[in-house]
């Protein structure tokens, strides 16, 4: 007969089993399951060691609530009782287990006019899920004029704890507010690219279009050929290139979806030093006062995921209409 195994040595190797499962795949049903042991975690033991000694009776517990009660101290207070008894303190900024994040980002396929730089495009984009109906019909109308719109998608990974806290144009990348359309996509050959930092050869200033490759597109011959003065760029190097054709302008499009420049765009002076006119962003139902950066992340990112990032420490920055601060 087989020799049993103490129940002690059976919890342990069940206790490995089940940290394996969970470090090795990434199914929906298993990351519910980390939610739910991070939750528990959270809820029901201290992450750091009390230095308060474990109290041997009711009296000596008394005695730490009367001293805090006597300065007024009610968060101390909290926590110091938590400490005592050997459970969470408050303030767990954390999800119920199992719930998702309400918002998400959509991937949408990437059009890529032919020309020198439809290598570098990207063959997708991803977009937070409640701007993506915007700007779908943004996408709709630029193709309807017989234009594309190459968009590259930000980098969307949280600060992993202990690292330095996010500048305030990465913190918009973290929650989707930003866009940035490809910078290969202009500034190279006006007469083949499918977006440029034009402006008309008249007047004006300079702003960003989107070439008209596609002529039977259904809106593409309302749109007339014009003379235009853009921006080329090498390595060393921008100059004016003088072009004649058809050319729509982005600015009103973006601007019906909720996307602004920031601030005014300045000129390119080299092909590494482009500028700033292929960023955008969306501060739509950001409320200068009252929106938070916690708010923000919690509405597209799970708790653990926070918890783990060193914005858990940023969560109570007020956005002020230019930053969260």
Same mark, same amino acid.
């Given at each position: 007969?087989?020799?049993?195994?103490?129940?002690?040595?059976?919890?342990?190797?069940?206790?490995?089993?089940?940290?394996?499962?969970?470090?090795?795949?990434?199914?929906?049903?298993?990351?519910?399951?980390?939610?739910?042991?991070?939750?528990?975690?959270?809820?029901?033991?201290?992450?750091?060691?009390?230095?308060?000694?474990?109290?041997?009776?009711?009296?000596?517990?008394?005695?730490?609530?009367?001293?805090?009660?006597?300065?007024?101290?009610?968060?101390?207070?909290?926590?110091?009782?938590?400490?005592?008894?050997?459970?969470?303190?408050?303030?767990?900024?954390?999800?119920?287990?199992?719930?998702?994040?309400?918002?998400?980002?959509?991937?949408?396929?990437?059009?890529?006019?032919?020309?020198?730089?439809?290598?570098?495009?990207? +063959? *997708? @984009? !991803?977009? #937070?899920?409640?701007?993506? =109906?915007?700007?779908?019909? $943004?996408?709709?109308?630029?193709? %309807? &004029?017989?234009?594309?719109?190459?968009?590259?998608?930000?980098?969307?990974?949280?600060?992993?704890?202990?690292?330095?806290?996010?500048?305030?144009?990465?913190?918009?990348?973290?929650?989707?507010?930003?866009?940035?359309?490809?910078?290969?996509?202009?500034?190279?050959?006006?007469?083949?690219?499918? +977006? *440029? @930092? !034009?402006? #008309?050869?008249?007047?004006? =200033?300079?702003?960003?279009? $989107?070439?008209?490759?596609?002529? %039977? &597109?259904?809106?593409?011959?309302?749109?007339?050929?014009?003379?235009?003065?853009?921006?080329?760029?090498?390595?060393?190097?921008?100059?004016?290139?003088?072009?004649?054709?058809?050319?729509?302008?982005?600015?009103?499009?973006?601007?019906?979806?909720?996307?602004?420049?920031?601030?005014?765009?300045?000129?390119?002076?080299?092909?590494?030093?482009?500028?700033?006119?292929?960023?955008?962003?969306?501060?739509?139902?950001?409320?200068?006062?009252?929106?938070?950066?916690?708010?923000?992340?919690?509405?597209?990112?799970?708790?653990?995921?926070?918890?783990?990032?060193?914005?858990?420490?940023?969560?109570?920055?007020?956005?002020?209409?230019?930053?969260?601060?």
């Amino acid at each position: 007969m087989d020799e049993q195994q103490p129940d002690d040595a059976i919890d342990s190797d069940l206790v490995k089993a089940i940290i394996g499962i969970l470090e090795s795949t990434n199914s929906p049903a298993i990351q519910r399951s980390r939610e739910v042991i991070a939750h528990r975690l959270a809820i029901s033991g201290d992450i750091a060691p009390s230095r308060i000694p474990p109290p041997r009776n009711i009296t000596e517990i008394g005695g730490y609530i009367n001293l805090l009660t006597e300065y007024e101290q009610e968060e101390q207070r909290s926590r110091m009782l938590a400490a005592a008894l050997g459970i969470a303190g408050p303030r767990v900024n954390l999800p119920q287990p199992g719930v998702f994040p309400p918002l998400s980002f959509a991937v949408r396929e990437q059009v890529r006019p032919e020309g020198p730089a439809q290598a570098t495009l990207p +063959l *997708s @984009f !991803s977009m #937070r899920s409640d701007f993506i =109906g915007a700007f779908d019909q $943004a996408l709709a109308a630029v193709a %309807e &004029a017989g234009a594309a719109l190459p968009v590259l998608s930000s980098l969307r990974v949280l600060p992993a704890l202990g690292s330095a806290l996010p500048g305030a144009n990465a913190q918009l990348d973290l929650i989707g507010r930003s866009l940035l359309l490809a910078p290969t996509a202009a500034l190279s050959d006006p007469a083949s690219d499918a +977006l *440029s @930092f !034009s402006r #008309r050869a008249a007047e004006g =200033g300079f702003m960003v279009l $989107a070439r008209v490759f596609n002529e %039977e &597109a259904p809106g593409a011959a309302a749109i007339a050929a014009e003379d235009w003065i853009s921006w080329a760029c090498t390595a060393t190097e921008c100059e004016e290139v003088e072009t004649n054709d058809a050319r729509l302008e982005v600015t009103p499009i973006l601007n019906a979806a909720g996307w602004y420049q920031p601030e005014v765009p300045d000129n390119p002076t080299t092909s590494t030093a482009p500028g700033n006119w292929n960023r955008w962003i969306n501060v739509t139902g950001l409320v200068p006062g009252q929106t938070t950066l916690g708010e923000e992340l919690h509405a597209l990112y799970a708790g653990d995921q926070i918890l783990a990032s060193s914005l858990r420490d940023a969560l109570e920055l007020v956005w002020d209409g230019s930053a969260f601060t």
